[in-house]
């Protein structure tokens, strides 16, 4: 059975710091891309971050440039989010995601594995 399990969430303050932590099990991800995904309450999942199979090749969506760092283990099957600089607008559960492609894909659809999410929330 594949497994996707998030770590990390909590309640921090704005301006604080967050690292999460997506294990994988059941099969390994090391030739897969992985994307952390983020739903705040009322609206869409959206796509925070992506990388490559190698780490060769990242993305990461506009509101984050700067502040999130996404990298990954393929010996331990995990990838990881470091937040930095935390903002109220940062609150939602994030999801970790796996796609078929080793290549960084942008379309949520196109993402077979899913976790069951971790809630961040940030406060002012």
């Known amino acids: 059975q594949v497994q996707l399990v998030e770590s990390g969430g909590g309640l921090v303050q704005a301006g604080g710091s967050l690292r999460l932590s997506c294990a994988a099990s059941?099969?390994?991800?090391?030739?897969?891309?992985m994307g952390w995904f983020r739903q705040a309450p009322g609206e869409e999942r959206v796509l925070v971050s992506v990388i490559s199979w190698n780490g060769d090749s990242i993305y990461y969506a506009e509101s984050v440039k700067g502040r999130f760092t996404i990298s990954r283990d393929n010996a331990k099957n995990t990838v990881y989010l470091q937040m930095n600089s935390l903002k109220p607008e940062d609150t939602a559960v994030y999801y970790c995601?796996?796609?078929?492609?080793?290549?960084?894909?942008?379309?949520?659809?196109?993402?077979?594995?899913w976790g069951q999410g971790t809630q961040v929330t940030v406060s002012s």
């Open positions: 995601a796996a796609t078929k492609y080793s290549y960084i894909q942008i379309l949520r659809s196109l993402y077979d594995y």
């Open positions: 059941g099969r390994t991800f090391s030739n897969n891309a």
